[in-house]
T-cell receptor
Framework: QKEVEQNSGPLSVPEGAIASLNCTYSDRGSQSFFWYRQYSGKSPELIMFIYSNGDKEDGRFTAQLNKASQYVSLLIRDSQPSDSATYLCAVHSGGSYIPTFGRGTSLIVHP | DAGVTQSPTHLIKTRGQQVTLRCSPKSGHDTVSWYQQALGQGPQFIFQYYEEEERQRGNFPDRFSGHQFPNYSSELNVNALLLGDSALYLC????????????FGPGTRLLVL
């Protein structure tokens, strides 16, 4: 059973702070990792993906991957109230194009 | 450039009924996947269609079936509805050459009474 674990939160951060969202996965054969943002009542929106160990930056977002520790994270710099949403981690195992999603972490950015 | 569209947006059914949900993929995309998202949970993969064939299937009973048309649009059918089928049903489209990059539609919220 492939599992993707996320703390459901809510994670509350002040405006302008760095929000750190974490995700662990059970399948060592996992090869690609995705972060989605989902506003309440809306559908998931792809933020970024990462395949290799290390950091990948895109604007205010940084994805970090550590395959040895089976850990992927998303950092949001200069958090804004508009970043308040649920963040879903999705993991693709080797040879499969079907993602396994975590249950998501609720982020609240307060002014 | 039209994104993924789904219809209807909301639906109320009673136990035992049947429902059909529809999806049009993003322009240029040829692969459609369907997901079920219960409240407070992540999306669960139902199945994926490519070239009008079901290519992969998740852990869902045969009551869940689908179809893909030549124009790549797709339908999800659920028979003998149960209360537990109440959820947000998401369609996601992708290019078969880049299947991992999926774009989700707005979803259909199904309530079974």
């Amino acid at each position: 059973q492939k599992e993707v674990e996320q703390n459901s939160g809510p994670l509350s951060v002040p405006e302008g702070a760095i929000a750190s969202l974490n995700c662990t996965y059970s399948d060592r054969g996992s090869q690609s990792f995705f972060w989605y943002r989902q506003y309440s009542g809306k559908s998931p929106e792809l933020i970024m993906f990462i395949y290799s160990n290390g950091d990948k930056e895109d604007g205010r977002f940084t994805a970090q991957l550590n395959k040895a520790s089976q850990y992927v994270s998303l950092l949001i710099r200069d958090s804004q109230p508009s970043d308040s949403a649920t963040y879903l981690c999705a993991v693709h195992s080797g040879g499969s194009y079907i993602p396994t999603f975590g249950r998501g972490t609720s982020l609240i950015v307060h002014p | 450039d039209a994104g993924v569209t789904q219809s209807p947006t909301h639906l109320i059914k009673t136990r035992g009924q049947q429902v059909t949900l529809r999806c049009s993929p993003k322009s240029g995309h040829d692969t459609v996947s369907w997901y079920q998202q219960a409240l407070g949970q992540g999306p669960q993969f139902i199945f994926q269609y490519y070239e009008e064939e079901e290519r992969q299937r998740g852990n869902f009973p045969d009551r869940f079936s689908g179809h893909q048309f030549p124009n790549y649009s797709s339908e999800l059918n659920v028979n003998a509805l149960l209360l537990g089928d109440s959820a947000l049903y998401l369609c996601a489209s992708s290019l078969t050459s880049h299947q991992e990059t999926q774009y989700f539609g707005p979803g259909t919220r199904l309530l079974v009474l």
